[in-house]
């Protein structure tokens, strides 16, 4: 089965740097790829996706990559403001409905 | 965007007590909807699966005799947590999906048993 790894774990930054998570599959039938962004005691929120007939995805602040040769995909988000601090995690879906999730990583913007 | 509203957000009962928890899509329909577990500061455990009409679909080790699911229409899925014993206490965030709508995530429900 597919198998989704997310990097870093914990992510601190300044107020109007960028930041940037990393996440790996192994499933080369994968071809959704979402991201989502989950406050303390709320369900993830959908942020951005994007498909595998595409390499690079943006929406304001928010840009992802995707790399299908080498199965990686990012998340990058610039101008980082304090409510951007938040667990973001990765998935990974293919011909199913089923999403694979990556471990998530807690994201802290420094005002 | 699409919205998925879980009820009851949150819920304190006591050991033995069965829970039902209600995922609803509010604005399309859901042909499939997920149910996951959440542990703090871990990430999503998906439990089972659910396709509208057909019994759900559980993930290894999860029991299908505690959990109980229900997805009779597509706007609505049951969780039931029969006879709850606190290593039952945890977030459980449900999620729906339908043609041309990717997961969408409900608020989840903290479930403490006592």
């Known amino acids: 089965g597919e198998n989704v790894e997310q990097h870093p774990s914990t992510l601190s930054v300044q107020e109007g740097d960028s930041a940037v998570i990393k996440c790996t599959y192994s499933d080369s039938a994968s071809n959704y790829f979402p991201w989502y962004k989950q406050e303390l005691g709320k369900g993830p929120q959908l942020i951005i996706d994007i498909r595998s007939n595409v390499g690079e995805k943006k929406d304001q602040r928010i840009a992802v990559t995707l790399n299908k040769t080498a199965k990686h995909f990012s998340l990058h988000i610039t101008e980082t403001q304090p409510e951007d601090s938040a667990v973001y995690f990765c998935a990974a879906s293919g011909t199913g409905n089923q999403f694979y999730f990556g471990t998530g990583t807690s994201l802290t913007v420094i005002p | 965007g699409a919205v998925v509203s879980q009820h009851p957000s949150w819920v304190i009962c006591k050991s033995g007590t069965s829970v039902k928890i209600e995922c609803r899509s509010l604005d399309f329909q859901a042909t499939t909807m997920f149910w996951y577990r959440q542990f703090p500061k871990q990430s999503l455990m998906l439990m089972a699966t659910?396709?509208?009409?057909?019994?759900?679909?559980?993930e290894q080790g999860v029991e299908k005799d505690k959990f109980l699911i229900n997805h009779a229409s597509l706007t609505l899925s049951t969780l039931t947590v029969t006879s709850a014993h606190p290593e039952d206490s945890s977030f459980y965030i449900c999620?729906?999906?339908?043609?041309?709508?990717?997961?969408?995530f409900g608020d989840g429900t903290r479930l403490s048993i006592l």
């Open positions: 659910s396709n509208e009409g057909s019994k759900a679909t559980y």
């Open positions: 999620s729906a999906s339908g043609v041309r709508q990717p997961q969408h």
